[in-house]
Nanobody
Framework: VQLQESGGGLVQAGGSLRLSCTAS????????MGWFRQAPGKEREGVAY??????????LYADSVKGRFTISRDSGKNTLYLQMNSLKPEDTAMYYC?????????????????WGQGTQVTVSS
């Protein structure tokens, strides 16, 4: 199984970025997916979650990103996305995508089976 993130970079405050996570080696549509981030010296935290493909897709967000970030998935392309708008310096972190099958606390790091290697997002003030 491989999850590969891309799309990170340096952006000014107020700007936008779209992260992508391409999955291989698993039946992507069957997995619940999350985006996490980790800033230097801080714990990894959940940013957004999307349920497995099918009817009744559920999207959940950390309070700190609600209204600014949007998670989506394209099962035909085995790809997960995170559209990030109105970026703030405090959004600076390494961003990771993760996959799981368990239906439990979406932001629990330990519940995810597979992780990507991350993509750096830096927001300048």
């Amino acid at each position: 199984v491989q999850l590969q993130e891309s799309g990170g970079g340096l952006v000014q405050a107020g700007g936008s970025l779209r992260l992508s996570c391409t999955a291989s080696g698993l039946t992507f549509r069957d997995y619940r997916m999350g985006w996490f981030r980790q800033a230097p010296g801080k714990e990894r935290e959940g940013v957004a979650y999307i349920s497995a493909s099918g009817s009744g897709i559920i999207q959940l967000y950390a309070d700190s990103v609600k209204g600014r970030f949007t998670i989506s998935r394209d099962s035909g392309k085995n790809t997960l996305y995170l559209q990030m708008n109105s970026l703030k310096p405090e959004d600076t972190a390494m961003y990771y995508c993760a996959a799981k099958t368990q239906d439990n606390n979406w932001s629990e790091v330990g519940s995810y089976m597979y992780w990507g290697q991350g993509t750096q997002v830096t927001v300048s003030s």
